[in-house]
């Protein structure tokens, strides 16, 4: 977290080198950006 950004996995859990994914916000609009990264990722699959 830095400058009041978040990081996390597609899971929403803290981001490590060996996640699965990478979704990058600016901290106050994180869970509508990790649901739109959700959502891009199930039509993927």
Do not use: I, K, M, Q
Not at 17 to 39: M, Y
């Amino acid at each position: 977290r830095e400058a009041d950004g978040t990081v996390t996995d597609l899971d929403g859990d803290p981001w490590r080198h060996d996640s699965r994914g990478l979704v990058a916000s600016n901290g106050r609009r994180h869970d509508e950006v990790l649901a739109a990264a959700r959502a891009v990722d199930d039509e993927r699959e």
